[in-house]
């Protein structure tokens, strides 16, 4: 196994942390002399937080671990292409270099959509190293994915024999309120 490739297990044991939450399993690790200074995982749903994504979260540890808001020298994996917000502070932070497993065609800013990464215009550009465990990677966003489909397929359902269940009972209320009028008479 390669050093990206070891570093990528940790960050996808990350995402696998964002899982057993029913989060989109995202994960990211940051390394600094062949030590892991930084570790996150998306919690936006269960933090209610936008700023919750992997990469912001392993990005704060290592700074304070480095007390310093650089982190040159610094190589972060993430199991997902960065969004636009994450692509933007690993610039901001200097990150030296950016491992990236699987890219994200809708939404990823490190060559997808755009490459805030490498853009020549900054003062600052990432070296980026991107398909690494891409199918493991992605492997894990699509059994979440997929068990999402079949969670909101079955609510759906749920939701739909409940609606059914009440328009009867309305219906035999309706009926027993005409009976009784009838009675009444
Ligand atoms: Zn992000």
């Known amino acids: 196994m390669t050093r990206d490739e070891r570093y990528m297990k940790e960050a996808i044991k990350q995402a696998k942390k964002a899982y057993a939450l029913g989060e989109v399993p995202i994960g990211c690790v940051i390394v600094y002399q062949d030590k892991i200074i930084g570790r996150g995982y998306n919690r936006r749903n269960t933090d209610k937080n ?3 994504h992997a990469e912001i979260t392993a990005i704060n540890k290592a700074s304070r671990v480095m007390k310093d808001w650089r982190l040159e020298e610094c190589t972060l994996y993430v199991t997902l292409e960065p969004c636009q917000m994450c692509a933007g502070a690993i ?4 990150v030296t270099e950016t491992v990236i497993g ?3 065609p809708k939404a990823g800013c490190g060559g997808s ?14 070296i980026v190293r991107r398909g690494i465990l891409e199918e493991e ?4 966003l699509k059994k979440f994915f997929r068990e999402l489909r079949v969670r909101n397929r079955m609510e759906k359902q749920q939701r739909r024999e409940k609606q059914d269940a009440e328009a009867v009972l309305q219906i035999k209320i309706d009926d027993e309120g005409e009976n009784q009028r009838g009675e009444n008479l």
């Not at 610039?91 to 200097?94: E, I, K, L």
């Not at 959509?113 to 990432?126: D, G």
């Not at 990677?137 to 894990?140: D, E, K, R, T």
């Open 50 to 52: 936008t700023l919750a």
């Open 91 to 94: 610039v901001q932070a200097r």
């Open 102 to 104: 699987a890219m994200n």
């Open 113 to 126: 959509i755009l490459n805030i990464l490498e853009m020549p215009e900054f003062n600052h550009q990432v």
């Open 137 to 140: 990677c992605q492997s894990v």
